[in-house]
């Protein structure tokens, strides 16, 4: 339905912007459908489909997470709050906005290391091997399905030599680390690498980081009476996607910035 309606003729064509392109995701998917001939239909449908529902799953699992790790820091939790809150005190909405969250490098941090120690998929997705390979001495025979565990990456000191002990959750690792998830650092590899790393990463990170900075500007968080932060299970389940054994329970109270009293 969704393809339809954009190869619809009646619709008038999207309107450039300043950088030369118009459109959205499906109208590029389009665009190469049309330009090369390899590329199908199904390959159009295959992608809206991961960019769009395999993320809701993922991203909010990965938020779930974060919450999770910084109510068991709290002083890393007041940091990202009190960057979110100089950078976003003055909206006269009361919200984070999108174009807000580029200047929040501490919220960034933070869900890098919440993907470094939670990936929502710690084993990713198989792979097959196409040829015969070698690789560290090792024969990998054509057609091996390989599995690449990017949860064990994540937690290895010799990926992580230079950092706080790799087990704790701790953002300022990334201070001044040029390591990002885009595909370029096999330690830090959350949506994969190389022509098959997920195509909604840009979506996903957009998603995570824009509703963890309205979920932590919007509000105070604690945790139940008598619980102390040691209390908080962190134990996984799951095949695919890795979730909280046991839910997550705060107690959320709206935020109200003390404004100076009118002399």
Request: aromatic share 8%; proline share 8%; net charge negative.
């Amino acid at each position: 339905m969704v393809i339809e309606q954009h190869l619809d003729p009646k619709l008038a064509n999207p309107p450039e912007n300043e950088n030369g392109g118009g459109g959205d995701l499906v109208d590029a998917l389009i665009a190469l459908w049309k330009e090369d001939p390899g590329f199908t239909r199904d390959h159009v449908k295959a992608l809206i489909f991961n960019t769009f529902i395999a993320s809701i799953d993922t991203s909010s699992v990965t938020i779930l997470w974060a919450m999770s790790e910084l109510i068991r820091k709290p002083h890393v939790l007041g940091k990202v709050q009190a960057e979110i809150r100089a950078v976003a005190g003055g909206n006269v909405n009361g919200r984070v906005l999108s174009e807000d969250v580029s200047r929040l490098t501490y919220l960034n941090m933070v869900v890098k290391e919440t993907l470094r120690l939670h990936p929502p998929a710690p084993l990713q997705l198989p792979r097959e091997t196409m040829r015969h390979i070698q690789v560290a001495g090792y024969d990998v025979p054509a057609k091996t399905r390989v599995y690449v565990n990017a949860w064990a990456i994540g937690r290895d000191p010799a990926s992580w030599p230079d950092g706080p002990e790799e087990f704790n959750f701790n953002p300022d690792r990334f201070e001044g680390s040029d390591v990002d998830v885009k595909g370029e650092h096999p330690e830090l590899m959350a949506f994969g690498m190389g022509r098959r790393i997920c195509p909604g990463l840009s979506m996903a990170m957009a998603t995570v980081e824009f509703t963890l900075a309205n979920l932590l500007f919007c509000f105070v968080w604690a945790l139940l009476v008598g619980l102390a932060a040691d209390d908080v299970s962190m134990e996984e389940e799951g095949r695919v996607v890795f979730h909280r054994k046991t839910p997550l329970v705060l107690v959320p109270t709206a935020y109200v910035p003390l404004r100076p009293r009118p002399c």
